[in-house]
Every structure is written in C-alpha cells, then in structure tokens.
C-alpha cells in the first residue's frame, strides 16, 4: 500500500482539473485497434469514477506502463468490472498515444 502513495501522490501533482479528458478520435480507435465505443465507454467511467478519490489527471500526462499497474487497484477502489477496467485502461492508453502521437506495438 505504501508503494502506491508517492505514485497517487504524483497523481494528484499531475492532474489538470480544468482541463478537458480528451474525447475519443478515430485515429485513437486507429492506433490501439480498440473499438470507438468502448473507448467512449471507457472515458465515460473514468470521468465519472476516477474523481472520487482523488484529482482527475490528464490521460497523456501518464506513461501507459504506469496505468497499467495502477488501474487494477483503482478499478476495484471503483468496483468496475473487469471489462469496464479494460475500457478505461484502453481509453487511457490511447489517449496518452493520441497526445503523444504514438504507435502502439
């Protein structure tokens, strides 16, 4: 537990709450091969969810391999199923690739 504060911490340094989460684009759909639709559903949850209990942070501001160890500890904090942690870490993942203009392998 004590390893996910300085990194929540920095969550919380990171994050824009006047800044918009990005909508989802075709080329985000495009670079990560996930369909439009749960990338939308996945913003949506995150935006709905991941202010709960902490800042919301800007989706590019996080390196993809951080959201994927975080997001499982977060997803259960906000009791998402698995298919929804899915939608939000692809959601997450492709808009840190969209901001960075990034090709996923």
Avoid: F
């Avoid at 824009?16 to 684009?25: H, L, R, Y």
């Avoid at 759909?29 to 913003?43: I, N, W």
């Avoid at 906000?78 to 692809?90: P, R, W």
């Amino acid at each position: 537990m004590k390893r996910l504060l300085l990194p929540l911490a920095a969550l919380a340094l990171a994050g824009c709450a006047g800044d918009p989460i990005p909508e989802v684009t075709p080329s985000m759909a495009k670079r990560t091969d996930v369909d439009p639709a749960k990338l939308a559903h996945g913003r949506e949850l995150y935006i709905e969810n991941c202010n709960r209990c902490h800042e919301r942070v800007l989706p590019g501001s996080i390196d993809p391999e951080y959201w994927r160890g975080i997001i499982p500890h977060m997803a259960r904090n906000a009791q998402l199923t698995s298919a929804e942690q899915a939608d939000v870490l692809n959601y997450l993942i492709a808009a840190h690739l969209e901001v960075y203009h990034i090709e996923d392998d």
